[in-house]
């Protein structure tokens, strides 16, 4: 089973749809100039409701250790997404001091970034569309056959521009651990389109289907 996760979630009326769908994880973003950026307040609450259905997941990028730790345990965080420069010993310190998992984006522009995240030792890889000058969210996708290049020892998170549309043609070619999607389930910035996300689980279902098939 294709697990999703919901990223870019603003507000707890999302956060809840997110649940009842059925997600594996939503991402709370902790990076400003992002316009999907959660204020912390509505993150706490967020995560003390949900965090016993799902993972609450705080996406970080390039922040200080001691601002990750804090919200971490501010926001009952279960799993720390690093989205920047982060190097693979701040991941370990970062997992060290919160107790949480560790997921680390990667930019995918080519089979070596993608083969450059075996120097990463966390508990999931997170493969990204490289969009210079930009972090996440960017609602592009990148060429998928590239995955192959990945050494699968470690569970794959496939995100970069997935709608309902092509998810199932994303699972079907990387067969990855997770799927996540925040600008292609969005009816603006920040805020969840719920037919979207309806469908795309559906879609992401139906994938799994044609796997088992």
Request: proline share 6%; with cysteine.
């Amino acid at each position: 089973m294709t697990r999703v996760k919901i990223c870019g979630i603003t507000g707890a009326d999302d956060a809840r749809r997110a649940a009842e769908l059925g997600a594996w994880a939503i991402g709370l973003i902790f990076h400003e100039p992002s316009p999907r950026s959660v204020d912390p307040a509505v993150a706490e609450a967020i995560g003390a409701e949900l965090r016993r259905d799902l993972e609450v997941v705080g996406v970080f990028a390039n922040e200080p250790l001691d601002r990750v730790a804090e919200l971490a345990e501010r926001c009952s965080l279960s799993i720390l997404q690093l989205h920047g420069d982060e190097g693979p010993a701040f991941c370990r310190e970062a997992a060290r001091r919160t107790g949480a998992k560790v997921m680390k984006a990667v930019r995918v522009h080519d089979r070596a970034d993608v083969r450059g995240a075996a120097a990463f030792h966390t508990d999931f890889h997170l493969l990204d569309t490289h969009v210079p000058g930009l972090r996440g969210g960017t609602g592009e996708t990148f060429s998928w056959e590239l995955v192959d290049a990945h050494d699968r020892r470690t569970p794959i998170v496939l995100s970069g521009g997935l709608t309902p549309d092509n998810v199932p043609e994303a699972v079907e070619t990387t067969h990855p651990f997770a799927v996540d999607t925040a600008s292609g389930t969005e009816a603006s910035p920040g805020r969840k389109d719920p037919a979207k996300l309806k469908a795309f689980f559906r879609a992401v279902e139906r994938a799994d289907r044609v796997e088992v098939a």
